[in-house]
C-alpha cells in the first residue's frame, strides 16, 4: 500500500484558488430588468401591508421625454416632455414634429397629478375633481407609458409611448 504525501507548498494556492472563487460567487446578482414594471399592490404582500406604495417606493420625481406616434405627421410625431414635480404638480408640452404643423395644435398642461388608489402605478393629471383627465401615465423606475385616459389601460403598441427619465428633479 503506497501512502500520499502533501506538500505544504502546493497546499497554499490551492487554498487560495478556492477562496477566491467562492468570494467571486458571492458577488454574482442577479440581472436588473430596467424596463419592468413595479408589482402590483397585491402582488407586494407585508409590503403594502407596511405602507410601501409606488408612489412612496419609486424615484418618479423629474422629467420624462419621448416621441409619441401621430396620425398625419409625415414622418414625425409628437415630442412630449412630462415633469413631475415633488409637489405632485406636472408640466406637460407637446409639440408636432413633421406635417402640416399650422394644422392642429397640440394641447400642453400644468397642474396636479394623483396617483390612483386602485393600482397605484398609475397617475391622473387633472385640474379638479370635475374636469375629465387631461393625462394618465403608469409610473415606472425610470420611465412612465402613456395611457387611455378614462380607463388607464395601455395603448398600442406600448413600447411606443414610452417616456424615459431625461433628468432629475432641480430642487
Given at each position: 500500500m503506497q501512502k500520499t504525501v502533501y506538500n505544504h507548498r502546493s497546499l497554499g494556492p490551492c487554498l487560495l484558488?478556492?477562496?477566491?472563487?467562492?468570494?467571486l460567487l458571492g458577488c454574482?446578482?442577479?440581472?436588473?430588468t430596467v424596463d419592468a414594471p413595479?408589482?402590483?399592490m397585491?402582488?407586494?404582500?407585508?409590503?403594502?401591508?407596511?405602507?410601501?406604495?409606488?408612489?412612496?417606493?419609486?424615484?418618479?420625481?423629474?422629467?420624462?421625454?419621448?416621441?409619441?406616434p401621430c396620425d398625419g405627421c409625415d414622418?414625425?410625431?409628437i415630442a412630449i416632455s412630462v415633469q413631475?414635480?415633488?409637489?405632485k404638480t406636472a408640466v406637460v408640452r407637446e409639440r408636432r414634429?413633421?406635417?402640416d404643423l399650422s394644422r392642429t395644435v397640440v394641447p400642453s398642461y400644468t397642474g396636479p397629478f394623483s396617483f390612483?388608489?386602485?393600482?397605484?402605478?398609475l397617475i391622473s393629471l387633472r385640474r379638479s375633481a370635475q374636469e375629465p383627465v387631461a393625462y394618465k401615465f403608469f409610473v415606472a423606475e425610470g420611465w412612465i407609458e402613456m395611457r387611455e385616459r378614462a380607463t388607464g389601460a395601455a395603448l398600442k403598441p406600448s413600447h411606443m409611448y414610452r417616456l424615459r427619465k431625461t433628468s432629475e428633479p432641480v430642487n
Amino acid at each position: 500500500m503506497q501512502k500520499t504525501v502533501y506538500n505544504h507548498r502546493s497546499l497554499g494556492p490551492c487554498l487560495l484558488t478556492l477562496c477566491a472563487s467562492f468570494w467571486l460567487l458571492g458577488c454574482v446578482s442577479k440581472p436588473v430588468t430596467v424596463d419592468a414594471p413595479p408589482p402590483r399592490m397585491h402582488e407586494q404582500g407585508q409590503q403594502a401591508l407596511q405602507g410601501d406604495t409606488p408612489e412612496t417606493m419609486l424615484d418618479w420625481h423629474g422629467t420624462y421625454q419621448a416621441l409619441l406616434p401621430c396620425d398625419g405627421c409625415d414622418g414625425g410625431g409628437i415630442a412630449i416632455s412630462v415633469q413631475l414635480r415633488d409637489d405632485k404638480t406636472a408640466v406637460v408640452r407637446e409639440r408636432r414634429v413633421g406635417g402640416d404643423l399650422s394644422r392642429t395644435v397640440v394641447p400642453s398642461y400644468t397642474g396636479p397629478f394623483s396617483f390612483d388608489p386602485v393600482g397605484g402605478s398609475l397617475i391622473s393629471l387633472r385640474r379638479s375633481a370635475q374636469e375629465p383627465v387631461a393625462y394618465k401615465f403608469f409610473v415606472a423606475e425610470g420611465w412612465i407609458e402613456m395611457r387611455e385616459r378614462a380607463t388607464g389601460a395601455a395603448l398600442k403598441p406600448s413600447h411606443m409611448y414610452r417616456l424615459r427619465k431625461t433628468s432629475e428633479p432641480v430642487n
